[in-house]
């Protein structure tokens, strides 16, 4: 399995009926985790959620709120172990 096995698929306007759903079983054979995004956006949603969080990092880095090891440390200690068992919902 790949370090990030997820994949984000979205059709465009040429795609074909049906080649999304091969491609997410493709993937799933090959024990990935495939996402159908629903319409075509600028850049990947995960990319965007982790651009989000960076964003935040800057904000209270800058305004003296926290400093670069506190905020690693709220993230890894925090929000990433609650995460990675279950999810950010």
């Known amino acids: 399995m790949y370090l ?4 984000e698929l979205v059709g465009g306007e040429a795609t074909q009926s049906g080649q999304i759903d091969r491609a997410h079983a ?3 054979e ?3 985790r495939p996402l159908v995004v629903k ?3 600028e850049g990947h949603i995960a990319d965007r959620l982790m651009e989000a969080l960076w964003r935040e990092a800057l904000h209270l880095v800058n305004d003296g709120v926290a400093t670069t ?3 690693d ?5 925090g929000c990433g172990l609650r995460w990675s068992l279950m999810a950010p919902s």
């Open 69 to 71: 090891e506190e905020i």
């Open 26 to 28: 493709l993937y799933q």
């Open 73 to 77: 440390a709220a993230v890894v200690y």
């Open 30 to 32: 090959l024990e990935m």
């Open 39 to 41: 319409r075509e956006i």
């Open 4 to 7: 990030l096995p997820l994949v």
